[in-house]
């Protein structure tokens, strides 16, 4: 390749963001490729502010942290990677904000500009699966964040922002895959997942591994 490939999986907390990025990054490098897993909020001093200070900033604030982070991200490490001709996948990227921060109460006129200068993925990954099994989930791994608690509700609210902004971006131009995990293991999940990147990098369908 002579430039890289940009994929962020996005989706509700504890639905399996993490576990998928990993997965899926051995199996492309089985495949071959050189993968690179990130993931924002980042891990340096802006990133964990982002991270777990939620309860401390709020609305505008926390939405202009997530922003910032972003940006040193992409210029640190995202692009670098990419023009090094890496695959890289990134648990978290700008649907989470259009999410997340819209749920805190910022217009989404201001987080579309926000976003306006972040570069768009060539596939933007959005994980879906049942509210209440992905909240338990979370709460097995640590409610560090405001935004993982709230129980059952808040997970339905949480899910269905990802599927409208998943519409959004999609009508936007992204190239968007929307995949419901179901109950498939986080093995399956990313065997979907690492087909669609291989049909885009090649132009032809990848073939079962």
Not at 57 to 80: K, M
Not at 102 to 115: K, Y
Request: overall charge neutral; charged content about 20%.
């Amino acid at each position: 390749m002579s430039s890289g490939f940009f994929v962020a999986i996005d989706g509700p907390s504890g639905v399996g963001k993490t576990t998928v990025t990993h997965i899926l990054a051995r199996q492309l490098i089985g495949r071959g490729l050189s993968v690179l897993t990130t993931k924002e909020p980042t891990a340096t001093p802006l990133g964990n502010l982002t991270r777990f200070g939620t309860d401390d900033y709020r609305g505008l604030a926390l939405a202009c942290l997530v922003a910032a982070d972003r940006y040193q991200h992409l210029e640190t490490e995202i692009r670098p990677a990419l023009a090094a001709g890496t695959v890289v996948v990134c648990d978290r990227y700008v649907a989470s904000s259009l999410v997340l921060q819209r749920l805190d109460g910022v217009p989404a006129e201001f987080l579309e500009v926000l976003a306006a200068q972040a570069d768009r993925p060539d596939l933007t990954v959005i994980l879906a699966g049942d509210p209440t099994r992905s909240r338990e989930r979370a709460k097995q791994r640590g409610l560090y964040s405001r935004f993982h608690r709230g129980g059952a509700e808040a997970g339905v609210a949480e899910a269905g922002g990802y599927r409208a902004v998943a519409a959004k971006l999609e009508a936007g131009g992204y190239a968007v895959l929307v995949h419901d995990i179901g109950d498939q293991t986080g093995e399956e999940v990313a065997a979907v997942l690492a087909s669609s990147v291989l049909t885009r990098l090649t132009g032809t369908p990848a073939a079962p591994s």
